[in-house]
């Protein structure tokens, strides 16, 4: 039996639809619709232009949505080991660095080319600069409006990505087809994303790159921590610590709660450890905190962290300045600055494996439009290889 699957959204989940779905059923007519003038353009900014495209470790903690055992049973199907020979079979050799997957070419523009030829190679029709405003169910199937015409198809796969990256046409519109095919669609917020503190107290340190750990609260009093290298900018704090960590607070922010970051910048030490330290930097005849702290942080952060009052601080006060520095978090930098969105369409109506939606037979949903985000380090690929590869093989499924 042939039918079409008409696929909104060439992204990493819509080419990962759409080359599971030619594979599945040969004789479907597949459309792959996208509004820029090229395929995943979003992918070519991945991994800092290296594409880390999976990660050797996978657990559930690293992924939040509203329905985690369904994630898990997604990535049973089709997880890491199958995404790495999926890419190996066209051509790109795995370069594996602290668990994190690149190309050997390092360079993302291997991936898109890849899927590129896949999709030449199995005849998929790939319609760019088709801009799509709305998708109708009718007559057993459906109507995907678009700014030039209308295109019917026997099933739909929304691949539209969230918000996050508008420049790579990331403009939400998926979550408004999908309200209006009756889904629910948990409010997205930014994630991945740098903060801004309210009366920024290190913004003279703008700049700085240091090791520290971040933490904040969710509104259930559950902490959320990560370490690493973490950038101070004028606006705010940056790194990856801090994106790992900026979903909760984005939340936070969109419920009108306070929100907090409390940093530690210099998480391997304890408080006993940096007063020792001081007393014997003191002893040997340094008193200023620049002096004392001369190889431990780099200046410009000694001055924000103790202006012209460190002679005067207690043990206590001193710790805190190094340990306990709270930030009071204003805003994100938004979606613009984001890479990927928390929140979108809720798994809860959607069927486990397939993809498919429990709404209407024949509409199927994969990527970032769904209300799954990963942390960094290529588990946000790693949802859209999966889930695009289920959605795809179910709708040609549907067709055999």
């Known amino acids: 039996m042939s039918g079409t699957i008409a696929i909104v959204g060439a992204g990493a989940s819509g080419c990962m639809a759409a080359i599971s779905a030619a594979r599945t059923n040969p004789k479907a007519q597949i459309l792959l619709l996208d509004g820029n003038e090229e395929i995943g353009r979003k992918i070519l900014a991945t991994g800092n232009g290296r594409c880390n495209y999976t990660n050797e470790y996978q657990s559930p903690d690293c992924y939040h949505s509203d329905d985690i055992a369904f994630v898990e049973r997604a990535f049973s199907d089709f997880g890491k080991d199958e995404t790495i020979t999926f890419f190996?079979?066209?051509?790109?050799?795995?370069?594996?660095?602290?668990?994190?997957?690149?190309?050997?070419?390092?360079?993302?523009?291997?991936i898109r080319h890849c899927l590129e030829r896949e999709l030449q190679r199995l005849g998929v029709t790939v319609c760019l600069q088709t801009r799509v405003i709305g998708v109708e169910a009718k007559d057993a199937g459906y109507v995907i409006?678009?700014?030039?015409?209308?295109?019917?198809?026997?099933?739909?796969i929304l691949c539209t990505g969230g918000k996050a990256a508008p420049d790579t046409g990331s403009d939400g519109s998926g979550y408004s087809f999908a309200k209006r095919l009756g889904h629910e669609v948990i409010?997205?917020?930014?994630?991945?994303?740098?903060?801004?503190?309210r009366q920024h107290p290190l913004k003279a340190a703008a700049g700085v790159r240091v090791n520290a750990s971040v933490c904040t609260t969710d509104g259930t009093g559950h902490t959320y921590a990560d370490i690493g290298e973490v950038q101070i900018t004028k606006q705010g704090i940056s790194g990856i610590p801090v994106f790992q960590i900026s979903h909760v607070v984005a939340k936070r922010l969109a419920d009108k709660q306070p929100a907090e970051v409390v940093v530690d910048f210099w998480p391997t030490a304890s408080a006993s450890e940096i007063l020792s330290f001081v007393k014997e930097q003191k002893a040997s005849g340094r008193v200023t905190a620049l002096d004392i702290f001369n190889g431990i942080f780099p200046h410009p952060l000694i001055q924000a962290l103790f202006a012209d009052d460190f002679r005067s601080l207690g043990e206590d006060a001193l710790v805190e300045r190094i340990k306990d520095v709270r930030l009071v978090i204003s805003q994100t930098m938004g979606f613009g600055a984001?890479?990927?969105?928390?929140?979108?369409?809720?798994?809860?109506q959607l069927s486990d494996i397939t993809m498919e939606s429990s709404l209407h037979?024949?509409?199927?949903?994969?990527?970032?439009?769904?209300?799954?985000?990963?942390?960094?380090?290529?588990y946000n690929l790693q949802w859209a290889w999966t889930s695009g590869?289920?959605?795809?093989?179910?709708?040609?499924?549907?067709?055999?």
Request: one cysteine or more; hydrophobic letters at 40%.
């Open 187 to 197: 409010a997205p917020n930014p994630a991945l994303v740098p903060l801004v503190c």
């Open 145 to 156: 409006h678009c700014m030039e015409r209308d295109i019917r198809a026997d099933k739909v």
């Open 389 to 400: 590869y289920l959605a795809g093989r179910s709708a040609a499924q549907e067709l055999l």
């Open 88 to 110: 190996r079979e066209l051509g790109v050799i795995p370069y594996c660095k602290n668990g994190y997957y690149y190309p050997m070419s390092r360079q993302a523009l291997s």
């Open 338 to 348: 984001a890479q990927t969105s928390a929140g979108g369409v809720s798994l809860r």
């Open 361 to 378: 037979q024949g509409l199927f949903f994969a990527g970032e439009v769904l209300h799954v985000d990963g942390i960094c380090g290529g």
